[in-house]
């Protein structure tokens, strides 16, 4: 088992940043792929970022590339979201997720979850 627990959410002015991080525990060793996904109200979770622990190739989905960023501290067992330039539109619970394949965004390829973040994003 893998245990993800999330930190750094908030509120923050359009044109914001914000830092978040997952932490994970447990069999960590297993994991391959660190995601990170989020859902806004009466929407379905969405893909954000994905990032391999070996190798550190990234993956974004298109409405994010250049304002997020996806890293990881390997020692530490943690895997960041930097958010800059933050919309209004970004406002969500935002989840890392840990998967033991070389998924990208497929969500039923994760089979660890965290219990989210709000990220609220004021106009």
């Known amino acids: 088992q893998v245990q993800l627990v999330e930190s750094g959410g908030g509120l923050v002015q359009a044109g914001g940043s914000l830092r978040l991080s997952c932490a994970a525990s447990g069999r960590t060793f297993s994991s391959v792929t660190m995601g990170w996904f989020r859902q806004a109200p009466g929407k379905e979770r969405e893909f954000v970022a994905a990032?391999?622990?070996?190798?550190?190739?990234?993956f974004y989905v298109d409405s994010v590339k250049g304002r997020f960023t996806i890293s990881r501290d390997n020692a530490k067992n943690t895997v960041y979201l930097q958010m800059n330039s933050l919309k209004p539109e970004d406002t969500a619970v935002y989840y890392c997720a840990a998967s033991r394949l070389l998924v990208g965004s497929r969500q039923n390829g994760y089979q660890y979850w965290g219990q989210g973040t709000q990220v609220t994003v004021s106009s």
């Open positions: 990032i391999r622990w070996s190798g550190g190739s990234t």
